[in-house]
């Protein structure tokens, strides 16, 4: 029985407005976010003992490339992913909605993708270990999951389930029942636990000498920490991929567990090819 049913906070959407410029939390996030996780990778190249024989896979400099092949990735990946993965019947009906990000809907298994193919082109570009490429970009990508999942909780977007627990939030756009603030679980799994676990891994277990084991850990822990959160979010009305107990954010992330365990297998035998 719900003992508290919490109104949904009123936080405007909008943090900042200018006369007719509006810049929204959900951009404040996503460009917070990049900016900590450069910040973050430059200073994991500059801590040398945390690399095989003290030598970093790249200059620090090169982060400041790297945060701008990272952002086009996201943003145009995580946007193609809502709309080809998520929700293609209403975007194909209304195609302008496509290019409307400011008003959310953004993939993150779409950013994934689009990130790891941008990752593998940055690392062969520049003729960089694209292991360690992916090892520094899932070490640093969790300030923007924790900061993404919060703008969604402001958005009202993603909510939970309706909820019979001692506490829920009522959501102005999800009915007079209350529900699990899922984006909030989210926030903390994928992005607070995360970190903690990745930073353990980096600076206690040396988990950068072995390239693949961080970018393996962190797709591992993903997978669960989402299909745990998807238990508490509500699933997309229709969906393909909600098949009986199991959502489609659920299914996605299997794929991700399995890369993850190769990779961290692959990372642990040494291999270098």
């Known amino acids: 029985m719900t003992i508290f049913a919490i109104p949904f906070p009123n936080i405007d959407p909008v943090a900042i407005s200018i006369g007719p410029i509006s810049i929204k939390w959900y951009g404040l996030s996503y460009m917070a976010g990049l900016l900590l996780a ?3 990778v430059r200073l994991l190249l500059k801590t040398d003992r945390l690399w095989a024989a003290n030598r970093p896979p790249m200059s620090v400099d090169r982060a400041d490339d790297l945060l701008i092949y990272a952002a086009l990735a996201i943003i145009i990946g995580g946007r193609l992913g809502q709309v080809l993965l998520y929700d293609p019947g209403f975007y194909f009906a209304n195609p302008l909605e496509i290019f409307k990000v400011w008003k959310g809907g953004m993939s993150f298994h779409g950013a994934l993708i689009g990130s790891a193919l941008v990752l593998i082109y940055f690392a062969r570009k520049f003729a960089v270990s ?3 490429v992916m090892d520094l970009a899932a070490a640093a990508s969790t300030f923007g999951l924790f900061l993404g999942r919060i703008a969604n909780f402001i958005n009202s977007e993603h909510w939970g389930r309706t909820t019979d627990a001692a506490i829920g939030i009522i959501f102005p756009n999800g009915g007079p029942l209350p529900r699990h603030p899922s984006q909030i679980y989210e926030a903390v799994l994928e992005g607070l636990v995360m970190f903690v676990i990745l930073r353990l891994l980096t600076h206690t277990f040396d988990g950068l000498k072995r390239p693949g084991l961080v ?3 962190w797709l591992v822990w993903y997978a669960i920490a989402r ?3 998807e238990v508490f979010r509500e699933p997309e009305s229709v969906h393909a991929l909600n098949l009986g107990p199991f ?3 659920q299914l996605y992330s299997l794929p991700m567990l399995l ?4 990779f961290i297998w692959r990372a642990r035998s040494g291999a270098t090819a």
Request: with cysteine; hydrophobic share 40%.
């Open 247 to 249: 959502t489609a954010g």
């Open 227 to 229: 299909s745990i959160c």
């Open 130 to 132: 694209v292991w360690s």
């Open 38 to 40: 450069w910040q973050y």
């Open 259 to 262: 890369l993850g365990v190769y």
């Open 215 to 217: 970018a393996g850990t």
